[in-house]
């Protein structure tokens, strides 16, 4: 298979490396969509390395065993490789797992860890099956893009009784006001982009600030 790699600052190029075997619950996933997301400042500095990419969705290539998902399935892939037996995988929050598998030992040196490549392998449990109806380009957003602020929200109980206030709008600041407003929050924010804040302005927030603006000031005639 083919996938990308960053050889040194502003250079990057593809390569052809075997392709990854699934092995026990681990399936491989054909990449249709992978978010870029550090990776653009590893290409900028040159110190981005081999396996780029941490989010992608993409369609179940193959399995070696019968489990959760199929071949065929469209799946969103969750970052990187959590035991999923610890107290802090089996309730949900595998991005904190501190027993996480080494991927090198378990392959034996194996291909498949990046999502900037052709095919990878994945636990079938941290393949989300994507609805009918919703994009693979939709779906790549559930990771970085969507995902920190859907679970802030989620426990702070964000309604429409709510204002929030996101300061940077880059693509989580970006995921945030469509997590708020799809809440029926009041989104205010702030960034000095003018590109940043027209998207913020399009998807729904009701000002956006530059920092350096007397904002308190203006919040309170508003109010
Ligand atoms: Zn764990
Ligand atoms: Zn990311």
Redesign the pocket.
């Known amino acids: 298979m083919k996938k990308a790699v960053i050889e040194s600052a502003g250079r990057a190029a593809v390569i052809d490396v075997p392709d990854p075997e699934p092995r026990q619950n681990w399936v491989v996933v054909e990449v249709k969509v992978a978010p870029m997301c550090t990776e653009y400042k590893g290409f900028v500095s040159g110190a981005g390395g081999s396996n780029l990419g941490h989010e992608a969705s993409g369609v179940v290539a193959a399995v070696a065993q019968p489990g959760r998902v199929q071949v065929g399935d469209r799946v969103v892939v969750m970052p990187q490789y959590?035991?999923?037996?610890?107290d802090?995988?089996v309730s949900g929050e595998?991005i904190h797992?501190e027993?996480i598998v080494d991927f090198s030992s378990f392959t034996e040196g194996g291909e498949g860890r990046a999502t900037m490549a052709q095919y990878l392998l994945k636990h079938d449990w941290l393949l989300p099956v994507i609805p009918e109806g919703v994009s693979l380009e939709h779906g790549a957003m559930a990771c970085c893009g969507l995902g920190p602020s859907f679970g802030a929200f989620e426990g702070m109980g964000v309604d429409a009784f709510h204002t929030v206030l996101i300061t940077g709008l880059g693509p989580v600041g970006l995921g945030a006001v469509i997590n708020a407003r799809h809440r029926g929050a009041r989104v205010l924010a702030v960034d000095s982009n003018p590109w940043r804040a027209a998207r913020a302005l399009e998807l729904g927030a009701e000002e956006v600030f530059a920092p350096g603006e007397q904002v308190l000031t203006e919040l309170r005639h508003r109010t």
């Open positions: 959590p035991c999923g037996r610890c802090l995988c595998y797992c027993s």
